[in-house]
């Protein structure tokens, strides 16, 4: 079974159609890149596959189920979403924002346990981010900030991944050590993973299949090798690429 669906989905701002008629299917151990220009709809599609906004028309299936049917919590349990913005209208301690993943898996009057903790603590290493637990989270960098919602993530431990622009922030080490840390989510632990990319060089790299949404209704998917070319790609952002090919990496420099 897919743990993600969607099925002739249609997905609208306002009286604009951004999505119109979209198929796609994903199955463990696959990672699809969303790519587009801003303001395309690829956020507004993101909370679509969510759950967290009902599309105009179509569905979109949950390990199987209607997302739109879940309870919050049994949502959370098959997908972790990765927002754009953390909001942070709370102190609180890096280890108790990481413990936060864990709410979904607890019973409503259960305290995490030391395993909940541990995971945690795990998380925040994977995340280059041990030995700073117990700090506020209103002393961390634009960067810190975002290794610690990626840490959020992996101690909920959802079968699936929905992430929009993991990278913001993150300097060229941390981004690629993110993408290596979601690489093996999917490969040793059959995660999947759907993530809003602004480099195609990096989702050619880091993913397996791509999905171009042009903002008008229109989207195309297939392989990377297919679909990031320099001619979909210059159509895509409107501007010329040349695509250069080195040890079976692909990029894209601007004509
Ligand atoms: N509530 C709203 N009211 C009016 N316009 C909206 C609303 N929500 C989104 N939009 C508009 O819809 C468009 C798509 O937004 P979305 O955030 O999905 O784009 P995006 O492709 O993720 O862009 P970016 O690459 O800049 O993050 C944008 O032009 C945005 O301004």
Same mark, same amino acid.
């Given at each position: 079974m897919s743990l993600l669906e969607a099925r002739q989905l249609r997905v609208t701002i306002g009286d604009k159609t951004i999505i119109d008629r979209l198929d796609l299917s994903?199955?463990? #151990?696959?990672?699809l890149a969303i790519l587009g220009r801003n303001g395309a709809g690829k956020s507004t599609l993101l909370s679509v596959l969510a759950g967290l906004r009902k599309p105009a028309a179509g569905a979109v299936l949950l390990d199987g189920e209607d997302a739109a049917l879940l309870h919050p919590r049994q949502a959370a349990l098959r997908r972790a979403w990765l927002g754009q913005f953390q909001n942070d209208p709370f102190g609180s301690t890096v280890l108790e924002t990481a413990l936060t993943g864990r709410h979904p898996h607890l019973g409503r009057w259960d305290w995490e346990s030391t395993k909940d903790a541990d995971l945690a603590c795990s998380a925040l290493q994977a995340v280059g981010l041990a030995g700073m637990e117990a700090r506020q989270i209103h002393t961390l960098s634009g960067g810190e900030r975002q290794r610690l919602a990626i840490a959020t993530l992996l101690t909920q431990?959802?079968? *699936?991944y929905l992430l929009d622009e993991p990278l913001s922030h993150l300097d060229l080490n941390h981004q690629m050590a993110a993408l290596e840390l979601f690489a093996g989510a999917a490969r040793d632990c059959g995660a999947g993973v759907v993530m809003v990319l602004h480099d195609p060089a990096l989702a050619h790299r880091f993913c397996d299949r791509a999905l171009l949404v042009h903002g008008d209704g229109r989207t195309e998917m297939g392989s990377v090798d297919d679909i990031l070319?320099?001619?979909?790609?210059?159509? *895509?952002? #409107?501007y010329g690429l040349r695509q250069i090919e080195d040890r079976g990496h692909r990029c894209f420099i601007p004509e």
């Open positions: 994903l199955a463990a #151990g696959e990672r431990a959802a079968p *699936l070319t320099a001619a979909t790609l210059s159509e *895509l952002y #409107g």
